[in-house]
């Protein structure tokens, strides 16, 4: 798309925008509601582009678009009472007011998608974007533009009065810095984190503001009391499915001692049948499988030693078949970056204080996992993390409920949930003067002798006493 492609499809979007927001709660979630009927109803045919555009097996693309509509239906589900103002104590000097919060919507949200989920994550991510109100213009990843595609179709054929509300823009890098610098209201970004720091500078020139959904590098922590075969099984989903390239996947595993032998012989044994093409698809991307290979030839050079796999999982046409690797230094790629692959480095500790200070000790803080069967909820805040599952890997995700973002290098804000409809609103402070009460003497250009006496008591009164 050239320039004033992007412009048209922008001033279509804002024209669209004004229109959607002014419809009732209860019409736009009916029109979101039937394009989740309209993706259920056309379901073979958006697996069928997901797979044939991202490799992944069968089970894993219904798995991702039924995540998706979860999301999509709990969001349109839910907008009304998250985004409905919400009254405040006007306090002692506005007494005669009422005061209240109410959310806007923001007008048009640049949404910017990756390839790895090409389905769920704008669905996660636009359900809150037009649940509160906005029009969208869709930029799906230049690997996945047939799937990005197919969504806004179905949304077109679910709603042919508001088809302008979302609009796709297909292209790839320069179609999305284009989006950053064309006047949107927002943009929600998810990709890497070196492409997020671009988008951010890109956005910056009109302060366009940003919700940034980048990589992570998780760590799943496994204690002494922990039910080992059950965090076995949970390690080779969170690492394996999907290939690995999940955002919020496991990438290191950090066992106490006691029971380390046990964990690796539990997740040795549930890979040993495990293939590429059978259990999980191939790497999507060749610069994808090109940095698991870096990732994995310099922590073998650097004293990893494989546990399973090895340079012969690199198969043909990026199959990548499982790869474990132990005693790969901390301070290498393979376990400070994120890899993105059927790859995952495990380490013995010796507590779960270790495993706790190493788990935090990356610059990403997307997810974390704990198995315990003494540890609660309240292990999470002792990790960086943006979202935690105890006895459970990636459990946040499937939960519409729940914020889904994370922290430092894996960016800031948060899609999905209560936070995900706020996050694609502005706050608005309104307050309505009472009309039953008379004015405040307190508040007047020309005002009484006694003022400044009056404000002096209500200081000392107040205030004085800590
Ligand atoms: P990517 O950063 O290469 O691309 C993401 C999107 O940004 C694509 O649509 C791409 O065309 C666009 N883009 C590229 N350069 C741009 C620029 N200069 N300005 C604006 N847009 C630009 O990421 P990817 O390889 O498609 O996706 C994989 C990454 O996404 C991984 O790091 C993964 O962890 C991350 N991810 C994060 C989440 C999350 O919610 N945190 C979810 C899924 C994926």
């Known amino acids: 798309m050239t320039a004033s492609d992007i412009d048209r499809t922008l001033a279509r979007a804002r024209e669209a925008a004004a229109d959607w927001s002014s419809l009732a709660f209860g019409e736009r979630e009916r029109g979101l509601r039937r394009w989740a009927a309209e993706l259920a109803g056309s379901r073979a045919d958006v697996v069928a582009v997901i797979r044939k555009e991202t490799g992944k097996p069968a ?47 923001l007008g048009v949200v640049g949404v910017i998608g990756p390839w790895n989920y090409p389905a769920l994550t704008p669905l996660g991510i636009l359900a809150g974007v037009l649940a509160a109100g906005n029009a969208a213009v869709f930029k799906p990843s230049e690997y996945t533009t047939e799937t990005g595609r197919a969504l806004v179709d179905a949304f077109h054929r679910a709603n042919p009065a508001s088809a302008d509300t979302l609009r796709l823009l297909a292209g ?51 204690a002494a009391d922990a039910d080992v075969r059950a965090a076995a099984r949970a390690a080779a989903w969170g690492a394996f499915s999907n290939a690995g390239q999940t955002c919020a996947g496991v990438e290191r595993i950090y066992v106490d001692r006691a029971v380390g032998a046990e964990f690796v012989g539990a997740l040795t044994a549930e890979l040993a049948r495990v293939r590429a093409g059978d259990h999980y698809g191939r790497l999507t991307t060749a610069e994808q499988e090109n940095v698991v290979r870096v990732h994995v030839e310099d922590a073998a ?16 046409s990026g199959l990548v078949d499982p790869v474990v690797l132990a005693d790969v230094p901390e301070d290498r790629p393979a376990v400070r970056e994120e890899t993105f692959g059927p790859v995952v480095v495990v ?23 704990v198995y315990s069967r003494s540890a609660d909820a309240s292990v999470a805040g002792r990790l960086r993390a943006g979202m935690v599952s105890v006895n459970g890997v990636l459990t946040f995700g499937g939960i519409p409920g729940l914020p889904f973002g994370g922290n430092g290098a894996s960016g800031f804000g948060r899609v999905h949930g209560r936070e995900g409809l706020l996050e694609f ?19 007047r250009l ?21």
């Open 172 to 222: 790839g890098a320069r179609a999305g810095e284009a989006l950053c610098r064309a006047g949107v209201d927002k943009v929600a970004f998810t990709g890497s984190t070196l492409t997020g720091r671009a988008v951010m500078a890109a956005c910056a020139d009109s302060l366009t503001p940003v919700v940034l959904e980048c990589g992570g590098n998780d760590a799943l922590i496994v």
């Open 347 to 369: 380490r013995l500790v010796r507590d779960l204080d270790e495993g706790v200070a190493r788990a935090n000790a990356v610059p990403q803080a997307l997810g974390a996992a």
């Open 425 to 443: 609103t502005s706050a608005q402070a309104v307050t309505v003067r009472r009309a039953h009460l008379t004015g405040s003497g307190l508040t």
């Open 446 to 466: 020309r005002s009484a002798w006694w003022k400044p006496l009056a404000l002096r008591a209500l200081i000392r009164l107040r205030h004085g006493r800590g």
């Open 301 to 316: 050079a650097h004293g990893g030693r494989f546990l399973v796999g090895g340079p012969e999982s690199f198969r043909a």
């Open 59 to 105: 089970a894993d693309a219904e798995l991702e678009l039924l995540v998706g509509l979860e999301h999509l239906a709990w969001t349109a589900r839910h907008a009304r009472r998250v985004l409905r103002p919400r009254r405040v104590s006007p306090g002692l000097l506005a007494a005669e007011h009422r005061a209240l919060v109410a959310r806007r919507p």
